[in-house]
């Protein structure tokens, strides 16, 4: 069975940081592009950032640039988001996903974590 667990999600102040990460099971994690999807208070769902299976190609949305770093441990099975200068905009429940190839993009998705509550507030 596919299992992604989500954690590290928590309440910052602005400007702060905080590094989520996703436990994977249940498939050959390396084989698999994954994401991290964010989804605010009345909001849809918003592809944050991806990377391929191997790790040598990532993608972020342009308000996270500069500010966020996807990264994946395959030996570890794990994907991570470390988040810097947070801003309260950032406030979120944090998605990892996983896609149906080695490749990532901003709308196919296979699988979802159960998320992690990210709240950027003074």
């Known amino acids: 069975e596919v299992q992604l667990v989500e954690s590290g999600g928590g309440l910052v102040q602005p400007g702060g940081s905080l590094r989520l990460s996703c436990a994977a099971s249940?498939?050959?994690?390396?084989?698999?592009?994954m994401s991290w999807v964010r989804q605010a208070p009345g909001k849809g769902r918003e592809w944050v950032s991806g990377?391929?299976?191997?790790?040598?190609?990532?993608g972020y949305i342009d308000s996270v640039k500069g500010r966020f770093t996807i990264s994946r441990d395959n030996a570890k099975n794990t994907l991570y988001l470390q988040m810097n200068s947070l801003k309260p905009e950032d406030t979120a429940v944090y998605y990892c996903?996983?896609?149906?190839?080695?490749?990532?993009?901003?709308?196919?998705?296979?699988?979802w974590g159960q998320g992690t509550q990210v709240t950027v507030s003074s």
């Open positions: 996903a996983k896609h149906k190839s080695i490749f990532y993009s901003q709308t196919q998705f296979d699988t």
């Open positions: 249940g498939f050959t994690f390396s084989n698999y592009g």
């Open positions: 990377i391929t299976g191997g790790g040598r190609t990532t």
